[in-house]
């Protein structure tokens, strides 16, 4: 088999990306690259769970791996940056209470707290392994700052981005701390892709009603059906 | 002193210096390509700085002995800086030069005399291009030192020379804590050197210079200096980033190969850095002056969370 402290040591490179991904989504304003960072950081999940079946060799870490590719790297991405390039939005200058600049200070001194909480709840148990640990810290963190975009962002689209960054967090410490059963996994998957869909309403119409939401989606042509041609 | 700490200076100054103006019109040249033109040709800084020292230099009438001097300090304290980053090979530091520290304070002390010879002229301009540096580098001082401090709890030491030993004696592998600290660097050299999210080094435009803004009133071999002495920064921090990244190529020893070799070696890893560099840029609008901050606040987070896992993990 391959070397276990070298698939350790890739995978340490693999939390560094997150962590430059999760700044990204934080601090950048186009909308379009935070769309395919975000699958960037799906992809990298989806990598961190195959080293993982390697190392481990179970085999729902590989089922894992697939859905979330499906998902989260090719299905949801293609779906928000269609959405966005229908209501040509492109860019996302808007906070609430917190500039980019303050949520990154902010979230150094998220992990840290997390970091020391997690020291303290993991003292006695076996988990104190090297990687395993910062993985648990790591997927906290993304879960706080992916919280954090979701507060700070005025448009509907980066909230559900920050969202989804969210539940990468608890996905990423999924992986490494408790073995969430397989079906729990498959349903949150399901909730998001509900969760993108429900963002048309969100980003189209909100304030209207369901006859008037109907011809907005007609309007951004984000629904095509032949039998309602005026 | 010994011999081969003496040859050290005479041989990175001058690979420095020969270097310098190379790296500065690649990037030109790399950003001409990605706007469709062709290009001054890679050697024009060369040809430029040999025009520049032909010609005569003129004073203002207002301008004191600081315009006078400010080209040579500058240079002067960007040299003794150079020294302290091994380009081709690393030998035993002598009488303590290699100081971190010291390395950010030659730094702030040319970029220091630069503003005075600013101001010193009278002109508006010179003035405006000196308020706004000096704004810009007292924001980016505390990134700069967190930073560096972040280099020196990774390689254990606050001299530089022991980080080039480490790293080139173990040929440092691509490490988490190697990646970021990387990062940060390469947002503090476009920050240092002027370039394009923060300053746009072509633009003569009252409105957005801040490095040119303070050579409008150079001339002559004064503007020769002070072109070439921003070309060597540039590539000194370059070459401290690249080095420390990738070791390969820097000889442990003085041999002649050893230098031929990591001479070559690090005009190619520089090259491909400048271009990089090059393509940042063309990447990239300049942000207004109240976003800029944003920028160092990715190098601060970044080297904050290095000193957060190097001093818990």
């Given at each position: 088999?391959?070397?276990?402290?070298?698939?350790?040591?890739?995978?340490?490179?693999?939390?560094?990306?997150?962590?430059?991904?999760?700044?990204?989504?934080?601090?950048?304003?186009?909308?379009?690259?935070?769309?395919?960072?975000?699958?960037?950081?799906?992809?990298?999940?989806?990598?961190?769970?195959?080293?993982?079946?390697?190392?481990?060799?179970?085999?729902?870490?590989?089922?894992?791996?697939?859905?979330?590719?499906?998902?989260?790297?090719?299905?949801?991405?293609?779906?928000?940056?269609?959405?966005?390039?229908?209501?040509?939005?492109?860019?996302?200058?808007?906070?609430?209470?917190?500039?980019?600049?303050?949520?990154?200070?902010?979230?150094?001194?998220?992990?840290?707290?997390?970091?020391?909480?997690?020291?303290?709840?993991?003292?006695?148990?076996?988990?104190?392994?090297?990687?395993?640990?910062?993985?648990?810290?790591?997927?906290?963190?993304?879960?706080?700052?992916?919280?954090?975009?979701?507060?700070?962002?005025?448009?509907?689209?980066?909230?559900?981005?920050?969202?989804?960054?969210?539940?990468?967090?608890?996905?990423?410490?999924?992986?490494?701390?408790?073995?969430?059963?397989?079906?729990?996994?498959?349903?949150?998957?399901?909730?998001?892709?509900?969760?993108?869909?429900?963002?048309?309403?969100?980003?189209?119409?909100?304030?209207?009603?369901?006859?008037?939401?109907?011809?907005?989606?007609?309007?951004?042509?984000?629904?095509?059906?032949?039998?309602?041609?005026? | 002193?010994?011999?081969?700490?003496?040859?050290?200076?005479?041989?990175?100054?001058?690979?420095v210096l020969l270097i310098a103006p190379l790296f500065s019109g690649l990037i030109k040249k790399?950003?001409?390509?990605?706007?469709?033109?062709?290009?001054p040709p890679l050697f024009q800084q060369y040809f430029v700085l040999f025009k520049l020292v032909k010609?005569?230099?003129?004073?203002?009438?207002?301008?004191?002995?600081?315009?006078?001097?400010?080209?040579?300090?500058?240079?002067?304290?960007?040299?003794?800086?150079?020294?302290?980053?091994?380009?081709?090979?690393?030998?035993?530091?002598?009488?303590?030069?290699?100081?971190?520290?010291?390395?950010?304070?030659?730094?702030?002390?040319?970029?220091?005399?630069?503003?005075?010879?600013?101001?010193?002229?009278?002109?508006?301009?010179?003035?405006?291009?000196?308020?706004?540096?000096?704004?810009?580098?007292?924001?980016?001082?505390?990134?700069?030192?967190?930073?560096?401090?972040?280099?020196?709890?990774?390689?254990?030491?606050?001299?530089?020379?022991?980080?080039?030993?480490?790293?080139?004696?173990?040929?440092?592998?691509?490490?988490?804590?190697?990646?970021?600290?990387?990062?940060?660097?390469?947002?503090?050299?476009?920050?240092?050197?002027?370039?394009?999210?923060?300053?746009?080094?072509?633009?003569?435009?009252?409105?957005?210079?801040?490095?040119?803004?303070?050579?409008?009133?150079?001339?002559?071999?004064?503007?020769a200096?002070?072109e070439l002495?921003a070309a060597v920064?540039?590539t000194?921090?370059?070459?401290?980033?690249?080095?420390?990244?990738?070791?390969?190529?820097?000889?442990?020893?003085?041999?002649?190969?050893?230098?031929?070799?990591?001479?070559?070696?690090?005009?190619?890893?520089?090259?491909?850095?400048?271009?990089?560099?090059?393509?940042?840029?063309?990447?990239?609008?300049?942000?207004?002056?109240?976003?800029?901050?944003?920028?160092?606040?990715?190098?601060?987070?970044?080297?904050?969370?290095?000193?957060?896992?190097?001093?818990?993990?």
């Open positions: 088999m391959i070397d276990s402290a070298f698939i350790g040591s890739i995978i340490k490179i693999l939390f560094v990306c997150i962590i430059i991904t999760a700044a990204y989504i934080i601090s950048a304003r186009n909308l379009l690259s935070i769309v395919s960072v975000y699958a960037l950081q799906s992809l990298t999940i989806v990598i961190i769970a195959l080293l993982l079946w390697l190392l481990e060799g179970s085999p729902v870490l590989l089922a894992i791996a697939a859905i979330t590719f499906a998902s989260k790297v090719i299905i949801i991405p293609y779906f928000i940056a269609t959405i966005q390039e229908k209501i040509r939005i492109k860019r996302d200058i808007q906070f609430h209470f917190l500039s980019p600049t303050s949520s990154l200070l902010l979230s150094m001194g998220l992990m840290l707290l997390v970091y020391i909480a997690l020291v303290r709840v993991m003292e006695g148990t076996a988990h104190r392994e090297n990687l395993f640990f910062f993985g648990a810290v790591l997927g906290i963190s993304l879960m706080l700052m992916g919280m954090m975009v979701t507060f700070s962002r005025k448009r509907a689209l980066t909230k559900v981005l920050g969202f989804l960054s969210m539940e990468n967090g608890v996905l990423l410490f999924g992986l490494f701390v408790t073995e969430l059963p397989f079906i729990i996994e498959f349903l949150i998957v399901i909730d998001l892709i509900i969760l993108v869909l429900l963002t048309t309403i969100l980003t189209v119409g909100l304030d209207s009603t369901l006859e008037d939401y109907h011809k907005r989606l007609h309007r951004f042509h984000l629904w095509e059906d032949t039998e309602e041609v005026r | 002193m010994n011999l081969e700490f003496f040859f050290y200076i005479l041989l990175n100054t001058a690979v790399v950003k001409a390509w990605t706007q469709g033109r062709q290009g010609k005569e230099v003129i004073y203002s009438p207002n301008a004191s002995w600081v315009m006078r001097a400010a080209p040579f300090l500058n240079m002067a304290a960007i040299l003794v800086a150079a020294l302290f980053v091994p380009l081709v090979f690393v030998t035993e530091p002598v009488g303590g030069i290699g100081n971190v520290i010291l390395f950010l304070y030659l730094l702030a002390f040319a970029r220091f005399f630069m503003a005075l010879a600013g101001l010193d002229a009278g002109s508006s301009f010179g003035g405006m291009g000196s308020s706004r540096e000096m704004s810009i580098a007292a924001i980016i001082e505390p990134t700069t030192i967190i930073v560096f401090a972040a280099l020196a709890i990774v390689f254990k030491t606050t001299s530089i020379f022991s980080m080039f030993f480490t790293s080139a004696s173990t040929q440092a592998l691509v490490t988490p804590t190697i990646i970021l600290i990387g990062i940060s660097l390469f947002i503090i050299l476009i920050v240092e050197t002027s370039r394009i999210p923060v300053d746009n080094p072509e633009t003569h435009l009252e409105l957005t210079m801040i490095h040119e803004g303070m050579l409008l009133e150079q001339s002559g071999k004064n503007l200096l002070m002495s920064k540039l000194v921090l370059m070459a401290l980033l690249i080095n420390l990244m990738i070791p390969a190529g820097l000889a442990l020893s003085l041999t002649a190969a050893g230098v031929v070799i990591g001479a070559v070696l690090f005009i190619l890893k520089g090259s491909v850095l400048a271009i990089i560099i090059g393509l940042f840029e063309s990447s990239m609008a300049k942000k207004r002056l109240f976003q800029v901050p944003s920028l160092f606040a990715m190098a601060f987070f970044f080297s904050t969370l290095i000193i957060i896992i190097e001093v818990f993990a």
